[in-house]
T-cell receptor, first 109, second 112 residues
Framework: KQEVTQIPAALSVPEGENLVLNCSFTDSAIYNLQWFRQDPGKGLTSLLLIQSSQREQTSGRLNASLDKSSGRSTLYIAASQPGDSATYLCAALAGKSTFGDGTTLTVKP | NAGVTQTPKFRILKIGQSMTLQCAQDMNHNYMYWYRQDPGMGLKLIYYSVGAGITDKGEVPNGYNVSRSTTEDFPLRLELAAPSQTSVYFC???????????FGPGTRLTVT
């Protein structure tokens, strides 16, 4: 059974800092990995989808990497802003989807 | 495009009552999913569908039923509501399996 872990559960950083969020999965037989953002009381917004054949995907200040052999994905956020404060979830997509519990990020002005 | 829509946004049920959560998508996606999210947790898959007339169980299907008579709609039925079903329910869709998933705004359900 696939298990997805996100560490740390919460992270607080000052504005302008670069940061990395981690996502690990136990079964490397995934097709794709997707990162989401969730604001309090809201739905999920897709940030990046990394296909299994890719190692990286970039969108603006966000860069996500995928290493299937080690069962890890990272989401790099450059020059963080208070508006980046949210919960970030990753999902391993392999037929059925398995989500991590998320990392709640607070960026302080 | 409206994307994925869900109704209602909020609902309070008494124990033992039943209800249907509605989900619709206008992106002509084949795959549709129902998840529940408990406070501080990730999402758990309840049911999913690979096309009209075809559904399958996810990780936590007990207490729920689904049907998919059209490509666009994927309602979730709760029979005999229990307090353990208090949660936020999200519907999602994707073009194919393991493709990018798009989510609706969610339904916040309380069973008392």
């Amino acid at each position: 059974k696939q298990e997805v872990t996100q560490i740390p559960a919460a992270l607080s950083v000052p504005e302008g800092e670069n940061l990395v969020l981690n996502c690990s999965f136990t079964d490397s037989a995934i097709y794709n990995l997707q990162w989401f953002r969730q604001d309090p009381g809201k739905g999920l917004t897709s940030l990046l989808l990394i296909q299994s054949s890719q190692r990286e995907q970039t969108s603006g200040r966000l860069n996500a990497s995928l290493d299937k052999s080690s069962g890890r994905s990272t989401l790099y956020i450059a020059a963080s802003q208070p508006g980046d404060s949210a919960t970030y979830l990753c999902a391993a997509l392999a037929g059925k989807s398995t989500f991590g519990d998320g990392t709640t990020l607070t960026v302080k002005p | 495009n409206a994307g994925v829509t869900q109704t209602p946004k909020f609902r309070i049920l008494k124990i033992g009552q039943s209800m249907t959560l509605q989900c619709a998508q206008d992106m002509n996606h084949n795959y549709m999913y129902w998840y529940r999210q408990d406070p501080g947790m990730g999402l758990k898959l309840i049911y999913y569908s690979v096309g009209a007339g075809i559904t399958d169980k996810g990780e936590v299907p007990n207490g729920y039923n689904v049907s998919r008579s059209t490509t666009e709609d994927f309602p979730l039925r709760l029979e005999l509501a229990a307090p353990s079903q208090t949660s936020v329910y999200f519907c999602a869709s994707s073009l194919q399996t393991s493709y990018e998933q798009y989510f609706g705004p969610g339904t916040r359900l309380t069973v008392t």
